[in-house]
């Protein structure tokens, strides 16, 4: 079964250092996003990305926070300098037309856990 | 805007015992709604999913009814195994393609 893939599954950062976060969504869907969950909370929206643009982000995708899909696989989510309470869980999801997969159910990563020291 | 509001947990049950898992959903239109669990140490996995109203998800013995009248999309599950300890997620989906909201999580542990 198709599978959307992350890497690293963990990271360790200091602070104020930059991070990108790699994800290879299922091959074929077009809608990319990204999530975070903070441990022990609920998992957030932080952007969705359509047509090699930004559909829609919260508000906790501010300017430290960038995406991008460089090559036609890779989807990467960039934080310029990270902060302490940039730590979480990140999760990558991908939906969109694919055969034997619903069009519009989101399948999510493994996540990677990000550490900001 | 639309939230999702779930029983919190955690929640301990034996094995072969009932689970109930309440959700209930605010939001503008007909959303999507989904469960999808966290197995400890992996990532989140869709369990199962309605897209209008009175349809019911199911898979591995779960089940959820999306009911319009009383915006709610209940988990349960006949019999628990210890297989299933995990934290479960109710979700929703306003529109195709659109973000998905997550409620806060119902942690279940399964004891023997």
């Known amino acids: 079964e198709p599978e959307v893939t992350q890497t690293p599954s963990h990271q360790v950062t200091q602070m104020g250092q930059e991070v990108i976060l790699r994800c290879v969504p299922i091959s074929n869907h077009l809608y990319f996003y990204w999530y975070r969950q903070i441990l022990g909370q609920k998992v957030e929206f932080l952007v969705s990305f359509y047509n090699n643009e930004i559909s829609e982000k919260s508000e906790i995708f501010d300017d430290q926070f960038s995406v991008e899909r460089p090559d036609g696989s890779n989807f990467t989510l960039k934080i310029r300098s990270t902060k302490l309470e940039d730590s979480a869980m990140y999760f990558c999801a991908s939906s969109g037309l694919k055969r034997g997969l619903s069009t519009d159910t989101q399948y999510f990563g493994p996540g990677t856990r990000l550490t900001v020291l | 805007g639309d939230s999702v509001t779930q029983m919190e947990g955690p929640v301990t049950l034996s094995e072969e015992a009932f689970l109930t898992i309440n959700c209930t959903y605010t939001a503008t239109g007909y959303p999507s709604l989904f469960w999808y669990v966290q197995y400890p140490g992996e990532g989140l996995q869709l369990l199962l999913k309605?897209?209008?109203?009175?349809d019911k998800g199911s898979n591995k013995g779960f089940e959820a009814t999306y009911r319009k009248e009383t915006t709610s999309f209940h988990l349960e599950k006949g019999s628990v195994q210890v297989s299933d300890s995990a934290v479960y997620f109710c979700?929703?989906?306003?529109?195709?393609?659109?973000?998905?909201?997550f409620g806060p999580g119902t942690s279940l542990s399964v004891i023997p």
């Open positions: 979700a929703l989906s306003s529109t195709s393609y659109d973000k998905v909201i």
């Open positions: 309605a897209t209008k109203a009175d």
